[in-house]
């Protein structure tokens, strides 16, 4: 039996075989520049993806503020006492004849 030579034995292996198919190997370079290399590459799809879900997140945030403050709106026009209370506490409004007494309640 003669002595295989390196190119022989890499003739012989099987696993190396299929990496010498060249419609695999065209394959797996279009799929690597699909994947990577492409402007549309993968990387780039799923930075994407993540910036649209942290939109959507952002819209529903809006979406309910926008719904409380229509509430919040609501209860103002409706009742007058409400809105009295409002402005007394968000713009600290007071009557000519009152003190206002501003303290923080995140002091110890």
Known sequence: MPNK????KIKENKALKIFRNKYLLVTLAFIAWVLFIDSNNILTWMSDLKELSAQRRQIEYYREAIRKTDEQLKELRSNRDSLEKFAREQYFFHRPDEEVF???????
């Open 5 to 8: 030579t390196i190119k022989d």
């Open 102 to 108: 501003i303290t923080d309640e995140n002091r110890q």
